[in-house]
């Protein structure tokens, strides 16, 4: 499995593996205002070429605010719009921002990246 390189910010670098009906991103450094709008065209665009199943590892993460979160929404949305999942494996800091805002079910939030692999139903 190759993890090609994704083209986001100075402060947010991610990789993207393709597997049989899923696509793994794990990403480093902060999902803020300043790399949202990247990181949604970029991961936007991954999700519309697909596979429909996304699995997001962001426990490299270190700091996510409201853009970032408003990120994770709309890419949750667009996956179920293409009858796709999305999972999200977090750390403490990423999940500790999602619960304050009450996202923790709609976001599929999971402890590791197999957990994850798991979760995505079968094509």
């Keep these: ?9 100075v402060s947010l670098r991610g990789t993207r593996e393709i597997r049989d009906n899923s ?9 803020d205002a300043f790399s949202e709008p990247t990181f949604r065209k970029v991961l936007g665009g991954k999700i519309d ?25 709309q890419l949750a949305k667009q996956a179920k719009e293409k009858d ?5 494996v977090t750390n403490a800091r990423v999940t500790q921002t999602v619960k304050l805002v009450r996202l923790e079910k709609f976001l599929s939030l999971q402890t590791t990246v197999e957990a994850a692999i798991e979760n995505i139903p079968a094509s």
């Design 1 to 9: 499995m190759i993890a090609e390189p994704l083209n986001l910010t």
């Design 49 to 73: 070429e697909g596979p429909k199943h996304i699995v997001l590892d962001l426990s490299q993460i270190d700091f996510v605010d409201s853009s970032g979160l408003g990120a994770l929404v």
């Design 84 to 88: 796709g999942t999305l999972q999200i």
């Design 23 to 31: 696509q793994l991103f794990r990403l480093t450094g902060l999902l």
